[in-house]
């Protein structure tokens, strides 16, 4: 399967609206990359692009080497999958997982092994039969997957394909969509709302902010590593918090000034931050680093990396929950705790941070000083 090359490609809407600007990236040959980004940044015009639905208004397209950037999209072998599923509502499932094979002039045996294929991967074989007037959102989600993966493709891409789906049908289509494409072996690139499903499908994840790629990499290093606040904000669940801060050295060591807080920050800052001493930054703390003290332990133990605030409020989440602190006028710190936890709302409770895992970013620009262990 090919790789796709996207070389400074602009896209403008007709009311002069810049969709993309200069974008640059290369999604390997069989590789699943995944998109993420508030509404509005570009996601889908950029699968729009690629396809040739949209035209780059600068820029270069290539696939598998082949510049496509003015090819028609019907001439380009991709296979897009749309956010509503747009299927042919006067065929039946099994109409429309054909159409696209006659069209091209698929041998009749070909096409009646490939949609036996695809049916028995999705699940389809119950309302093959049906029209999608008749089907739920779900089975027409299903269909719409596999009118596109019935062609073999040699990029596949999806635009919020689960986005109408309830939460159980979802779970179930992306555990069946993941297995899919992994057995497709197709270069695929998927555009989501959803970041737990963005890392949990792709190999590389892409995050946009006003059509520029903010960042891209794996899915562990834009976790623990986030470029920006924008990507620190979008990925995890719930993301990183982020408040304002001084870092301050005296005799004692280097401390992280929060409001009337300080905590101790391990050895001494270096890189970008050691120039930020005396003034303000935004620090980062992943909500697993932020936990309730284990009051059989030593006061000792947790001097200079505990602090004691007031849970506005407790978020119950099963295995976990989730303890939500105010520090007045630095922003919301949000603690993981055990479920067996009886803090409720309202009670000062004891936070642990684990400094040495906390990311620190300028305030101004938003982007990355330095990142802990």
Request: aromatic letters at 4%; glycine letters at 10%.
């Amino acid at each position: 399967m090919p790789d796709v090359e996207l070389d400074q490609v602009t896209a403008i809407y007709r009311d002069g609206t810049v969709a993309l600007a200069g974008v640059c990236l290369r999604v390997r040959d069989g590789e699943v990359f995944t998109v993420v980004g508030p509404s509005g940044c570009g996601k889908t015009t950029l699968l729009r692009v690629i396809a040739g639905l949209e035209a780059a208004a600068d820029g270069r397209i290539r696939i598998g080497g082949r510049d496509i950037t003015h090819v028609r999209p019907s001439q380009r072998d991709v296979a897009m999958v749309f956010e509503g599923d747009a299927l042919y509502p006067h065929l039946t499932a099994a109409g429309n997982l054909r159409f696209g094979l006659e069209v091209r002039g698929t041998p009749p045996a070909e096409i009646d092994q490939r949609v036996g294929a695809e049916s028995r991967v999705l699940g389809l074989w119950s309302f093959l039969h049906r029209r999608p007037a008749t089907m739920s959102a779900g089975e027409r989600q299903r269909v719409a997957v596999g009118r596109a993966t019935v062609r073999k493709p040699s990029v596949f891409l999806l635009d919020e394909p689960l986005a109408h789906l309830d939460p159980v049908e979802r779970l179930r289509l992306h555990r069946e969509l993941a297995l899919l494409i992994r057995g497709m072996g197709v270069t695929t690139i998927l555009v989501t709302h959803d970041q737990e499903q963005a890392m949990a499908m792709g190999d590389r994840v892409g995050v946009m902010r006003e059509g520029r790629l903010e960042q891209v990499g794996e899915p562990s290093e834009l976790y623990l590593r986030p470029a920006t606040t924008l990507v620190a904000s979008w990925l995890g669940d719930p993301p990183m918090s982020l408040l304002s801060a001084r870092l301050e050295v005296d005799d004692d060591g280097t401390w992280i000034v929060l409001g009337h807080h300080r905590l101790s920050l391990r050895g001494t800052p270096s890189g970008s931050l050691r120039a930020r001493v005396g003034e303000q930054v935004v620090v980062g703390a992943r909500p697993e680093h932020v936990t309730p003290a284990d009051s059989s332990a030593p006061a000792t133990t947790r001097a200079g990396t505990s602090i004691e605030l007031k849970a506005d409020a407790v978020q119950r989440r099963g295995a976990d929950q989730l303890l939500i602190c105010t520090i007045e006028g630095t922003g919301s710190l949000v603690a993981r705790a055990p479920n067996r936890t009886t803090v409720k709302a309202g009670d000062k409770v004891e936070l642990v941070v684990d400094t040495a895992h906390l990311s620190f970013f300028d305030p101004a620009s938003g982007a990355a000083l330095w990142h802990g262990a």
